[in-house]
């Protein structure tokens, strides 16, 4: 079969699969959405919200407001999984590299054995990578020094019970009463704490147990089973474009001027300077998932080590029909 018959029938497979499960996500929602509807009628669970309305009190002292630093942090965190998500499914397809690259040795870090050989398309996903695990190391350090942390880590088990509420009011479509400028609520607590303290760990050291920096051989291959990290890094993909999906829908939909202007302009207003900011964001994304190809990014990463672009292979010969 011919490599672009091929690629269309994995492509339209692809698709109808995307329409089966977005499909079935919606049934599934309309079914939540009932079934928390129907809950909401019943005397016990309306005074379990009533005594956990799904906002836990801050400790005293705790910052109000939303720093431009955090804004920032927000955008630059948000692009680089946008580009680890571009990355990594380039790698994933599987595809024939278009060039290799191997890293300068002269250089630091130098090593003793020889420098692997590494595809482009994992050398730009390693890079990305590295940009995203920077950020996020300036993120958790700015986090703890300025006191942000208390609005992001559960200092009362209340959490728990809080965000069982705030999940029960969102889904049956009567939402709570929020004010991110002061604090979140429960379910964002547990949500925001799970993507920085738990999913993006462990994004980490999956990938870095996949990376072809880690060694093939001793203690540390036989420690964390290769087979194990794939297994959980791809999932940990999948969870970050949940919550990223679900982090935006609610967005938008629970007063998006203000909680952009919130997200992105440091301020609490009303106005357009956080919706501006914010399409902008997209232009820059978009434009870094066009531009995100190997082969553009090869003067890049021949300043670092050398690449050796592999000849494109011949076009299919057409197939004649026989003469009779």
Known sequence: MPSSLRSALVAGLSAKRLLLIAGGLLVLLAVAVLVARGLRTLPAVEAFITEYPGHTPLPEGAP?????WLG???????????????????VRSKARPPAFWTRDNTRWPRTKGAPR????????????????????????????????????????WDVVP?????????????????????????????AYFAIVFIASPLAILTGLRLSPGWPLEGPLARAVPERAARALHYPVMLFFLLFTFAHVVLVLATGALRNLNHMYAARESDDWVGFAIFAVSIVVMVGGWVLARPL??????????????????PPAPKRTAARG
């Not at 109000?64 to 431009?68: E, L, R």
């Not at 920032?72 to 380039?90: D, E, S, Y």
């Not at 809080?162 to 607590?189: C, F, H, K, M, R």
């Not at 553009?296 to 292979?313: H, I, Y």
């Open 64 to 68: 109000v407001g939303i720093p431009a």
């Open 162 to 190: 809080g965000s069982i509420s705030v999940v029960l009011q969102y889904l049956s479509l009567d939402w709570p009463t929020e004010n991110s400028w002061v604090s979140y609520n429960d379910a964002q607590v547990l």
């Open 117 to 156: 050989r590494l595809g482009i398309s994992v050398w730009l996903h390693l890079v990305v990578d590295a940009f995203w695990v920077l950020n996020g190391v300036v993120y958790v350090v700015l986090l703890f020094a300025t006191g942000q942390w208390v609005r992001i880590v559960p200092t009362s």
């Open 72 to 90: 920032w942090q927000h955008f630059f965190n948000a692009f680089f999984l946008v580009m680890l998500v571009r990355t990594g499914l380039i």
């Open 296 to 313: 553009l990014l090869v003067p890049a990463a021949e300043r670092f080590g050398q690449v050796r672009r592999m000849p494109q292979a």
